[in-house]
């Protein structure tokens, strides 16, 4: 699996660490009880394409947005998470 | 004033002649991170100061004997000089980094056994932040080889996993067809 990061180009998987969906970009307010549980707990599980954040930690440090397909591993896109969340 | 006697960090270990190729240990040299702040421009202070400015993503700039190394996102080595004052977050890394140079007519294939960077797509003065086994290291391709960087805490491990393949290499290389 290659992961082409925006900013290093084409790079090996073992580069990248995991961290989980790109829900967590989207942190609600403060106080929400019920928008922190749907936050921390509840998870999509789809067969198909799916958001998740990536850290590019041995290489230029960026955490990244990748979309990615669960049945076919193709990745569709890369993007910086700090432009995501722009 | 006590005279303290300066050990690099692969002291004893390097330099190493396996085959063709040669793997020999830099002089310590100072070092500093630059981490520009956000939106700050600081290639022009750098240039004035140092005869350097910052280089690309993914690239070196050099003069004489200072050079500045992409390193990260946002950050930058400053090699054999010291920084002015600067709108960056600037740290010491002098004696921190083990710096080696690898040569010789099989080291892309030694590089290949340990490193999962393409790095035949790496042409002189590039710089890539990648991994040397389970080591993250700094790669930058020279004329005569690949110079490594890692922390100084991983020098032995360094040495011993490139003199491993180094041998590998070399006895495969040896082998007849």
């Known amino acids: 699996m290659r ?23 989207n942190r609600p307010a403060e106080g929400d009880l019920d928008a922190i549980h749907t936050y921390l707990h509840i998870r999509e599980n789809p067969a198909g394409v799916t958001k998740d954040l990536w850290h590019h930690e041995a290489g ?11 049945s076919t591993h193709e990745i569709h896109s890369v993007t910086l998470a700090s432009e995501v969340t722009k | ?33 630059i981490a520009p702040f956000k939106g700050a421009k600081v290639s022009a202070a750098l240039k004035k100061a140092t005869g350097v400015g910052l280089p690309d993503v993914g690239r070196g700039t050099a003069k004489g004997g200072v050079e500045i190394l992409w390193t990260a996102r946002g950050q930058y080595f400053l090699i054999g ?35 999962p960077l393409d790095l035949g797509r790496m042409g002189e003065g590039d710089v890539a932040r990648s991994l040397v ?45």
């Open chain 1, 60 to 70: 230029c440090s960026s955490w990244l947005v990748v979309e990615r397909n669960t």
């Open chain 1, 3 to 25: 992961i082409n990061c925006p900013i290093c180009g084409d790079r090996d998987r073992r580069e990248f660490y995991y961290l989980g969906a790109s829900d967590y970009l």
């Open chain 2, 1 to 33: 004033m006590i005279d303290l006697i300066a050990k690099s960090a692969a002291d004893g270990l390097l330099p190493v002649t396996i085959g063709s190729m040669t793997l020999t240990e830099l002089p310590l040299r100072e070092m500093h991170s």
């Open chain 2, 81 to 115: 000089a010291t920084p002015p004052k600067l709108s960056a977050a600037i740290t010491d890394q002098s004696d921190a980094w083990c710096a080696v140079v690898l040569s010789g007519e099989s080291a892309p294939q030694v590089m290949a056994r340990v490193c």
């Open chain 2, 133 to 177: 086994g389970h080591m993250t290291a700094i790669i930058v391709k020279r004329a005569d080889g690949f110079e490594i960087l890692v922390f100084r805490a991983f020098a032995k491990t360094l040495v011993h996993e490139l003199r491993e393949v180094m041998v590998s290499v070399t006895a495969q290389a040896a082998l007849p067809d």
